[in-house]
C-alpha cells in the first residue's frame, strides 16, 4: 500500500480483496475504514471531513517519506 502523512499522523491505505481500507494510530488508538467506494487518496477523508474547517485536515495529506 502507500502511506501519506498529515501533521504528525501516518495514513496507511492498501486494498484487500477489492475493498479500500485506510488505518492509522493517534494517541495510542488504531483506526482502520473499509469502504468499496472508488476514491483515492484524501478524496475518502471527505465523507467525514467535508464541511470547511475540517478539509485543513486532509488538505496537506503527502506522502510519507
Do not use: M, N, T
Request: glycine share 14%; with cysteine; net charge negative.
Amino acid at each position: 500500500g502507500e502511506v501519506y502523512r498529515s501533521g504528525e499522523l501516518d495514513f496507511h491505505f492498501y486494498s484487500v480483496d477489492g475493498l479500500k481500507l485506510i488505518g492509522w494510530v493517534d494517541d495510542g488508538l488504531s483506526y482502520v475504514i473499509v469502504s468499496d467506494i472508488d476514491a483515492v487518496g484524501g478524496e475518502s477523508c471527505v465523507v467525514c471531513h467535508g464541511q470547511g474547517a475540517e478539509r485543513r485536515k486532509f488538505e496537506a495529506l503527502e506522502p510519507a517519506p
